[in-house]
Every structure is written in C-alpha cells, then in structure tokens.
Nanobody
Framework: QVRLVESGGGLVQAGGSLRLSCSAS????????MGWYRQAPGKQRDMVAL???????NYADSVKGRFTISRDNAKNTVTLQMNDLKPDDTAVYYC?????????WGQGTQVTVSS
C-alpha cells in the first residue's frame, strides 16, 4: 500500500503562482512513477507532470514552461510549482503513484484561477 497526502492549492488570480506538495508513505520503495494529474468539472482526469521510473520528467503540453515538478527523496515528497496560472488550469489536482502496477491517488486539492 502507498498513501499519498496532498497540500497546497487554493484560489489565485490569473498570472499568479501556487505550489502543491504530495507526501508519500507506505511501500515507497515500490513506486515506479509519481506525479500530478488534474480533473476539471465534466472532463477526464489528465496527466499534468510526473517522474517516470527512470527519473525523467513528463509534462502536459499545456503546462510546459509554466509548471515544474520536483522531488525530495529524503522526505518522500513531490512538489508541483505552478507559475503564470491561467483560468484553464482550474481543476482538482491529484497526486498519483504507480506501484506494483496499481494506481494510488491522493484525496485531491482544488486549484481555482480567477480571470
């Protein structure tokens, strides 16, 4: 089992910044990939940014150049720094980890960007 706890999020004006953090516990050694997804109302859950199993990063095209994912292995955390936020970034953001071919999800945190 892997447990993910998110923090951060909130309401910000367009052009502003927010930081999301995800802390992992449990069978951390088994995690292959870890990162962030988001789901806007009425839409599917999409990948935002993640670390792959070889340590490289993937970003959705819509966030490249604005969002940065980083990790602290000593603290078992993954952070998403979001800059130049746009109203289209409004969504519930979920931390995700894949371990033993199973998806684990955090509880989600709301990010709202006002125009």
């Amino acid at each position: 089992q892997v447990r993910l706890v998110e923090s951060g999020g909130g309401l910000v004006q367009a052009g502003g910044s927010l930081r999301l953090s995800c802390s992992a516990s449990g069978l951390i050694f088994s995690i292959n990939t870890m990162g962030w997804y988001r789901q806007a109302p009425g839409k599917q859950r999409d990948m935002v940014a993640l670390f792959t199993n070889d340590g490289t990063t993937n970003y959705a095209d819509s966030v490249k150049g604005r969002f940065t994912i980083s990790r602290d292995n000593a603290k078992n955390t993954v952070t998403l720094q979001m800059n130049d936020l746009k109203p289209d970034d409004t969504a519930v953001y979920y931390c995700n980890a894949v371990a033993f071919a199973r998806n684990y999800w955090g509880q989600g945190t709301q990010v709202t960007v006002s125009s």
